[in-house]
């Protein structure tokens, strides 16, 4: 048995407009939390930074942070190699 289509989807195309309009909220309202906590970390580098640390070498840490052990490892080993073969 078919679903019945109501007016309100005639209306706009088939589409379930409140659904829709729903998913549209929800999606802009973590957008904006998004933003604000790329502007809380900002701030925070900046804190670093006046304190004295190297960000791009913090930044650098962080993205370590987040690997696993065992990838970490095998990129300090081969920038050990590179380095070796460069004469570093």
Known sequence: MAKAVTEE????GGVAAERLRSLVERIERLEEERKALGNDIKDIYAEAK???????????????????????????????????????
């Open 50 to 88: 006046s304190a004295g640390f190297d960000v791009k070498v913090l930044r650098q840490l962080i993205r370590i942070r987040k690997q696993e052990p065992a990838e970490v490892e095998e990129a300090e080993t081969l920038l050990d190699v590179y380095r070796h073969a460069l004469g570093m």
């Open 9 to 12: 989807e005639i209306k706009t």
